[in-house]
C-alpha cells in the first residue's frame, strides 16, 4: 500500500538558519505530493502540493520539489523565521482514490 | 469563507464511557473525512463520506466506533464504550468533492481517555 517516511525530529534551529526535511514515498501509479503544518493550538493546514514528478511546489517560502527517481519530496526553506515553529506532516494521496496518507510528522522548533 | 468546525476542542472521559464528536465542514463540501491522530504519529484515516454515503470505512474499528452524516452536512463521531487507547486527536477535514485532492481540516478535538 500507500506510505510515506519523513525525517525524525525535533529539530532545532536558530533564526535564518536553512531547514531540510527529508520525505519519501512508496506508492503505485502516480500519486500527489503533500506538505501539511500544524502550529501550536491550530488544525492542519495545506503549506504546499505538487501533482506529478518535477513539480515544485512553493509557499511562503518553503519549497519541494516532486521526484519520482528517487521518490522523494523533501521540504526546504532558505531562512526560517521564530513563526516558522510548528509540526510539519509530509503526505501523498493515491492516484485512483485520492485517500490521504501521511508521515508521522517532524517538529521543527525556531529559536531566535 | 468558514473552514471547518468541531466540537468539542477538549474532552476528557473514563475508559467504558460513551463519547461524541461533532464536525462541521466547509459549505458546499461534499466530501467530509475523519481521522484519528494519535500522539506522535501523523493522522491515520477512520472514515470517509461522499455526501450521506460512506466511501471508506476500513479502518473504523466497527465494535466500538461509529459515525453518521445524516443530510450530507453535519457528521457525528462516537466511541461507545471507550478504550485508553482510544485517547488521541479527531480530526475532521471536507474536501470539494472526492476526485479533489486537497482537503482542509478543522482544529481537532482533543480525548483523553483515564
Known amino acids: 500500500g500507500n506510505s510515506v517516511t519523513q525525517m525524525e525530529g525535533p529539530v532545532t534551529l536558530s533564526e535564518e538558519a536553512f531547514l531540510t526535511i527529508n520525505c519519501t514515498y512508496t506508492?503505485?501509479?502516480?500519486?500527489?505530493l503533500f506538505w501539511y503544518v500544524q502550529y501550536p493550538g491550530e488544525g492542519l493546514q495545506l503549506l504546499l502540493k505538487?501533482?506529478?514528478?518535477?513539480d515544485k511546489g512553493s509557499n511562503k517560502g518553503f519549497e519541494a520539489t516532486y521526484r519520482k527517481e528517487t521518490t522523494s519530496f523533501h521540504l526546504e526553506k532558505g531562512s526560517v523565521q521564530v513563526s516558522d515553529s510548528a509540526v510539519y506532516f509530509c503526505?501523498?494521496?493515491?492516484?485512483?482514490?485520492?485517500?490521504?496518507?501521511f508521515g508521522a510528522g517532524t517538529t521543527v522548533t525556531v529559536r531566535a | 469563507e468558514a473552514g471547518v468546525a468541531q466540537s468539542p476542542r477538549y474532552k476528557i472521559i473514563e475508559k467504558r464511557q460513551s463519547v461524541a464528536f461533532w464536525c462541521n465542514p466547509i459549505?458546499?463540501?461534499?466530501?467530509l473525512y475523519w481521522y484519528q491522530q494519535i500522539l506522535g504519529q501523523g493522522p491515520k484515516l477512520l472514515i470517509q463520506?461522499?455526501?450521506?454515503?460512506?466511501?471508506?470505512d476500513s479502518q473504523l474499528p466497527k465494535d466500538r466506533f461509529s459515525a453518521e452524516r445524516l443530510k450530507g452536512v453535519d457528521s457525528t463521531l462516537k466511541i461507545q464504550p471507550a478504550k485508553l487507547e482510544d485517547s488521541a486527536v479527531y480530526l475532521c477535514?471536507?474536501?470539494?468533492?472526492?476526485?479533489?485532492?486537497?482537503?482542509?481540516f478543522g482544529p481537532g478535538t482533543r480525548l483523553t481517555v483515564l
Open positions: 477535514a471536507s474536501s470539494l468533492d472526492g476526485t479533489t485532492d486537497t482537503q482542509y
Open positions: 463520506f461522499q455526501n450521506n454515503g460512506v466511501v471508506d
Open positions: 506508492a503505485t501509479g502516480y500519486p500527489s
Open positions: 505538487a501533482t506529478k514528478a518535477d
Open positions: 459549505s458546499g463540501h461534499a466530501t
Open positions: 503526505a501523498l494521496s493515491g492516484s485512483n482514490d485520492y485517500k490521504l496518507s
